[in-house]
């Protein structure tokens, strides 16, 4: 008896909590469907005084008379106006076919003014002398030899408009070194150049001959040398 009681109430609360949950759901979806309900009644409202409005302005259109369509006179000037209207169109074509060509030739007479521009930059650039050439007539004019300093300092003050920077120079003087057109040396930790045609016009350059009586001095010291 005891086991079978507690089976009932045991259902019945299951029955109970399912019953609640059923009610929850029923409300909520009532709510929703209240609320949805409330707003297609305002969108019926909306609907229904345009229509009121629709109907009052057929009725108000229905009530006016027709109208008889009026018949154009005709006219001796329509001709002239169609003409008129027609002319600016006609014309239209021919401006702006005659702007096209002034483009082209603005476009064209640009490029020629550049090209013209740009030419006597070129023949500027190309009447320059390289640096190498620089480098070697100035060393063909120096009797003494000298370093990429020196060559750079003078060179930058024979030529301000160019940029002439010392560690281009030392490369070029290396490459004529290399080309056998420069001569290269040492004093002490300096390095010095002298142009191949110095340095053999300096070599082939015989010594100054000496005076008779220097000779005649230089013979009689050498004699004394040799008898003592």
């Known amino acids: 008896m005891t086991d079978h009681a507690v089976t009932v109430t045991s259902v019945t609360t299951q029955y109970a909590t399912q019953v609640a949950q059923d009610l929850e759901l029923?409300?909520?979806?009532q709510e929703r469907i209240g609320a949805e309900l409330s707003a297609l009644q305002a969108q019926l409202v909306v609907l229904q005084d345009d229509q009121s409005v629709l109907h009052r302005i057929h009725q108000t259109l229905d009530s006016?008379?027709?109208s008889a369509p009026s018949t154009p006179e005709p006219s001796t000037?329509?001709?002239?106006?169609?003409?008129?209207?027609?002319?600016p169109a006609r014309s239209a074509p021919s401006k702006t076919a005659a702007k096209a060509?002034?483009?082209k030739k603005t476009t064209a007479q640009a490029k020629k003014d550049k090209t013209q521009a740009a030419e006597p930059k070129a023949a500027?650039?190309?009447a320059q002398p390289t640096l190498i050439a620089l480098i070697r007539t100035h060393l063909d004019q120096q009797k003494e030899p000298r370093s990429a300093a020196e060559v750079t300092s003078a060179l930058a003050q024979a030529h301000p408009q160019r940029t002439i920077k010392s560690t281009v120079v030392r490369?070029?003087?290396e490459n004529l070194v290399a080309k056998s057109q420069a001569h290269r040396s040492k004093q002490g930790a300096s390095v010095l150049y002298t142009s191949s045609t110095v340095q053999a016009t300096t070599h082939k350059t015989p010594a100054p001959a000496l005076p008779k009586t220097e000779q005649d001095s230089n013979k009689r010291e050498k004699a004394g040398a040799v008898s003592s």
Not at 77 to 87: I, M, R, V
Request: no cysteine.
């Open 26 to 29: 029923n409300a909520k979806e």
């Open 64 to 66: 006016r008379p027709a």
């Open 77 to 87: 000037s329509l001709p002239q106006q169609a003409s008129g209207k027609n002319t």
């Open 101 to 103: 060509p002034s483009a």
């Open 124 to 126: 500027t650039a190309s």
């Open 171 to 173: 490369t070029t003087l």
